[in-house]
C-alpha cells in the first residue's frame, strides 16, 4: 500500500509534454490508482519479455537499456532495472510509467543534431546521455498541373478544416499509461510503398506540408489491420483533408492513425487486439488514388512508423 500511496503522490502535480496541454491531477491519480501492486508487478516481468527485439540499442547499463532509432522521426524506449524519478529530453518532460520502469519519446521529422536525454532515478543517482540524431534527407516532388483544390482549399471549409485539426490533435494528447508499444509491430496492411516519411511536394510552385506517414497503396477494400493492441480514441468516416480517418492509443502518448479509409470498423472507446481489422483502404478525403496513410505520433511530434518495421 505504501508503495501505491508513493506512485500517487509522482503524479499528483500537474505536467505538460513535448508542448502539450497540461494533464490534471485528478486524471492522473485516478490512472494510476487504477493500478493494483500485483499488476505493477507483473508488468515489470512482461514487458522485459515483450520489447521490441529489432530495434538498436543504443545505450545499455545494469540500471537501463535504451533502445530505438536515434534519427530524425525515431522512437525510443527506456527500460530500467532500478526505479527512475524523472525523465527529459533536450529540457522536455518526458513521463514515467507507474512502475517507474518504463518511458518512451521520440523525434521529430526536424530534430536537430545534437540532443541529451537526462535520466533521475529515485536512489538520487543521474545518467546524463548526449545523443547524436541523425539527420536525414527528405525526398522533394516537384508536380505541376495540379488541380487547385490540391493546393489550396476552398475559403468556405476554412473553419471545417480548423475545427477538425483542432479535434485531431486533441485525441492526440490523451495520457494513459497503456505499453502497447513496447511489442514488435506488424504492418497494417499489404500493399506498394507509394510514399514515405518526411518528403514533401510542391504543387505548382508551392511548398505543401512534409508528408508525416507511410503511403500504402492496395485496392479500395484491402483490410487494415492494427499494427498493436490499443484503445480507440477518434473515428470520423468523412474529414476534409483525410477522409475516413482513425487513431488509437497505445500508451504513454504513442498514438497511430490511419487515413483514406472507405470503412471504420471500429469505434471510439473500443479495445483493439494486434492483427484485429480495424478498417478498409480507400481514397476517401483529398487523394489522388486509394491507399493507407499510416502515421505514428508521440503526443504532437511525428515520428516515422517505417523505423519499427522488420
Do not use: C
Amino acid at each position: 500500500m505504501k508503495v501505491l500511496q508513493k506512485v500517487q503522490s509522482r503524479f499528483l502535480k500537474s505536467f505538460s509534454f513535448a508542448g502539450t496541454a497540461s494533464v490534471s491531477a485528478s486524471l492522473v491519480l485516478g490512472l494510476v490508482t487504477a493500478l493494483s501492486l500485483k499488476s505493477v508487478s507483473a508488468f515489470a516481468a512482461d514487458t522485459a519479455q515483450t520489447q521490441t527485439q529489432s530495434s538498436p540499442v543504443i545505450h545499455q547499463s545494469s540500471a537501463i537499456t535504451i533502445k530505438g532509432h536515434a534519427t530524425q522521426g525515431g522512437m525510443i524506449v527506456g527500460h530500467a532495472t532500478k526505479a527512475i524519478e524523472k525523465v527529459s529530453i533536450d529540457g522536455v518532460k518526458v513521463p514515467v510509467h507507474p512502475n517507474q520502469l518504463v518511458f518512451v519519446f521520440g523525434f521529430g521529422r526536424d530534430a536537430e543534431a545534437n540532443s541529451e536525454l537526462v535520466i533521475q532515478y529515485a536512489d538520487s543517482t543521474e545518467l546524463q546521455l548526449p545523443m547524436n540524431v541523425l539527420q536525414r534527407d527528405y525526398k522533394i516532388d516537384r508536380v505541376n498541373g495540379v488541380a487547385q483544390k490540391y493546393v489550396s482549399p476552398p475559403a468556405s471549409v476554412t473553419q471545417r478544416t480548423k475545427r477538425e485539426a483542432a479535434a485531431v490533435y486533441e485525441a492526440r494528447q490523451k495520457m494513459t499509461f497503456r505499453t502497447d508499444f513496447m511489442t514488435a509491430i506488424l504492418k497494417p496492411a499489404e500493399g506498394r510503398i507509394s510514399g514515405v516519411y518526411g518528403s514533401q511536394r510542391v504543387f505548382n510552385g508551392v511548398p505543401k506540408r512534409p508528408h508525416f506517414g507511410l503511403d500504402i497503396a492496395a485496392p479500395t477494400g484491402t483490410k487494415v489491420n492494427a499494427p498493436w493492441s490499443g484503445k480507440v480514441v477518434f473515428a470520423d468516416p468523412d474529414l476534409y483533408y483525410s477522409g475516413g480517418t482513425l487513431i488509437i492509443d497505445h500508451g504513454m502518448g504513442i498514438t497511430s492513425t490511419y487515413i483514406h479509409l472507405s470503412k471504420l470498423d471500429v469505434k471510439v472507446g473500443d479495445e483493439i487486439e494486434q492483427g484485429q481489422k480495424i478498417a478498409e483502404i480507400g481514397e476517401t478525403g483529398r487523394v489522388t488514388g486509394p491507399h493507407l496513410d499510416w502515421r505514428l505520433n508521440w503526443f504532437n511530434r511525428r515520428l516515422d512508423p517505417g523505423l519499427l518495421l522488420p
